[in-house]
C-alpha cells in the first residue's frame, strides 16, 4: 500500500476510524455518475433522499457513495478514480457529524459570537466548525454560512483544533424554515390568552421588574415589526438575548411565561404556533448552553 496514492492513504487511515470518506476531483468536486447513473435513472443510493436500487459499485452519486469499507475504497473500479483525485472528502452525517461551513471572515466573527466553541479547522477563505451530532444540510442559511451534514460532503482540510462539543440548538435553529409565508394582516394560528411575566413566576430572579418588562417590551417590539417575514427567527433571537440575562440568577426567573409572550408575539404577525414554539425554545435553550 507505500505505492498507493496520498489520497487513498489518507481516505483509508479516515475510514479506519469510521469516517466515511470519496474521492475529489479537480475543482474538488466529486466524481460525474457513470453512465448506468448519469442523471440519476438508477433511482441513486438507497441513502439518499429518495431511496432507491442502485448498487454500482463506482463512486457514484457524490456524497452517497462515500463508505467506510477499505475493500470499496481499494477496488478496481475505484482504482482509477484516486489516480485523478486531488483532494478527499467525508461524509459528516456519516460519521455522526455537523460542520458548520464558514466562508469568510465576516461569518467566522459571527460564530465567534453566537456559536458555542469546538473544534475548528482551517480553510482557504473561512473555517469549519465540527458538532458532534448530524442534522440536515443547508446552504445559505445566512451570509456565508452553509450546514454540511446528512446529505453533504466536507473536503477534509485536517484534524483541526480544540475539543468537539455536541451540537447545539443555535446551529439547529439555522435550518429550520417557517411552515408558511403570511399574507399581510394574516394570522396562520391564535392562542388563548395567558397570563403575561409578573414577579409571581420569578421569585429567584436578581433583577428588578421593571428591567424584566423593559427588555421583554423591546424584544416583543422587534418582534411584531416583522410583518413580511423573519419573525420566527426574530423570536429566537429574542428569547436567546432574554434568556442570556438570567444566567447568573439563582432562579426560578419565570422563562417560561416570557417565552409564551414571545410566542404570542410571533403568532400575532402570521408565524405558525409550531414554528414559534420551536423558535422559542430553542432561542431559549441556545442560552443555555452558550453559558455553559
Not at 11 to 38: D, W, Y
Not at 147 to 164: D, E, H, N, T
Not at 175 to 200: C, F, H, I, M, Q
Given at each position: 500500500?507505500?505505492?498507493?496514492?496520498?489520497?487513498?492513504?489518507?481516505?483509508?487511515?479516515?475510514?479506519?476510524?469510521?469516517?466515511?470518506?470519496?474521492?475529489?476531483?479537480?475543482?474538488?468536486?466529486?466524481?460525474?455518475?457513470?453512465?448506468?447513473?448519469?442523471?440519476?435513472?438508477?433511482?441513486?443510493?438507497?441513502?439518499?433522499?429518495?431511496?432507491?436500487?442502485?448498487?454500482?459499485?463506482?463512486?457514484?452519486?457524490?456524497?452517497?457513495?462515500?463508505?467506510?469499507?477499505?475493500?470499496?475504497?481499494?477496488?478496481?473500479?475505484?482504482?482509477?478514480?484516486?489516480?485523478?483525485?486531488?483532494?478527499?472528502?467525508?461524509?459528516?452525517?456519516?460519521?455522526?457529524?455537523?460542520?458548520?461551513?464558514?466562508?469568510?471572515?465576516?461569518?467566522?466573527?459571527?460564530?465567534?459570537?453566537?456559536?458555542?466553541?469546538?473544534?475548528?479547522?482551517?480553510?482557504?477563505?473561512?473555517?469549519?466548525?465540527?458538532?458532534?451530532?448530524?442534522?440536515?444540510?443547508?446552504?445559505?442559511?445566512?451570509?456565508?454560512?452553509?450546514?454540511?451534514?446528512?446529505?453533504?460532503?466536507?473536503?477534509?482540510?485536517?484534524?483541526?483544533?480544540?475539543?468537539?462539543?455536541?451540537?447545539?440548538?443555535?446551529?439547529?435553529?439555522?435550518?429550520?424554515?417557517?411552515?408558511?409565508?403570511?399574507?399581510?394582516?394574516?394570522?396562520?394560528?391564535?392562542?388563548?390568552?395567558?397570563?403575561?411575566?409578573?414577579?409571581?413566576?420569578?421569585?429567584?430572579?436578581?433583577?428588578?421588574?421593571?428591567?424584566?418588562?423593559?427588555?421583554?417590551?423591546?424584544g416583543l417590539t422587534l418582534v411584531r415589526a416583522?410583518?413580511?417575514?423573519?419573525?420566527?427567527?426574530?423570536?429566537?433571537?429574542?428569547?436567546?438575548?432574554?434568556?442570556?440575562?438570567?444566567?447568573?440568577?439563582?432562579?426560578?426567573?419565570?422563562?417560561?411565561?416570557?417565552?409564551?409572550?414571545?410566542?404570542?408575539?410571533?403568532?400575532?404577525?402570521?408565524?405558525?404556533?409550531?414554528?414559534?414554539?420551536?423558535?422559542?425554545?430553542?432561542?431559549?435553550?441556545?442560552?443555555?448552553?452558550?453559558?455553559?
Amino acid at each position: 500500500m507505500n505505492t498507493a496514492p496520498e489520497s487513498l492513504r489518507v481516505a483509508l487511515a479516515l475510514a479506519a476510524t469510521g469516517v466515511p470518506v470519496l474521492p475529489l476531483r479537480a475543482g474538488k468536486v466529486p466524481f460525474g455518475n457513470c453512465r448506468s447513473c448519469k442523471g440519476n435513472t438508477c433511482g441513486g443510493r438507497p441513502n439518499m433522499k429518495t431511496a432507491g436500487p442502485c448498487r454500482c459499485p463506482a463512486p457514484c452519486h457524490a456524497w452517497a457513495a462515500a463508505t467506510t469499507d477499505p475493500h470499496v475504497l481499494t477496488s478496481p473500479v475505484w482504482a482509477p478514480v484516486w489516480l485523478e483525485a486531488v483532494a478527499v472528502a467525508y461524509h459528516p452525517g456519516g460519521a455522526g457529524l455537523t460542520v458548520v461551513d464558514l466562508d469568510d471572515a465576516a461569518a467566522v466573527a459571527w460564530a465567534r459570537e453566537t456559536l458555542p466553541a469546538t473544534r475548528t479547522v482551517s480553510t482557504t477563505r473561512g473555517e469549519h466548525w465540527i458538532y458532534r451530532g448530524a442534522m440536515p444540510s443547508s446552504n445559505a442559511v445566512r451570509p456565508g454560512v452553509d450546514i454540511k451534514s446528512r446529505m453533504q460532503y466536507a473536503r477534509w482540510l485536517g484534524p483541526g483544533v480544540g475539543r468537539m462539543a455536541a451540537l447545539p440548538a443555535a446551529v439547529l435553529a439555522l435550518v429550520v424554515k417557517e411552515d408558511t409565508t403570511p399574507a399581510r394582516g394574516e394570522v396562520a394560528s391564535s392562542l388563548p390568552a395567558r397570563a403575561p411575566w409578573d414577579r409571581r413566576v420569578a421569585t429567584g430572579c436578581r433583577h428588578t421588574e421593571r428591567y424584566i418588562r423593559t427588555g421583554l417590551e423591546r424584544g416583543l417590539t422587534l418582534v411584531r415589526a416583522r410583518t413580511e417575514s423573519g419573525a420566527g427567527s426574530q423570536a429566537f433571537g429574542v428569547a436567546r438575548f432574554l434568556a442570556a440575562q438570567h444566567t447568573a440568577c439563582p432562579g426560578p426567573c419565570g422563562l417560561a411565561a416570557i417565552g409564551e409572550e414571545i410566542v404570542t408575539a410571533a403568532v400575532s404577525v402570521g408565524v405558525p404556533e409550531a414554528y414559534a414554539r420551536r423558535a422559542v425554545a430553542n432561542g431559549l435553550e441556545a442560552a443555555v448552553e452558550r453559558a455553559a
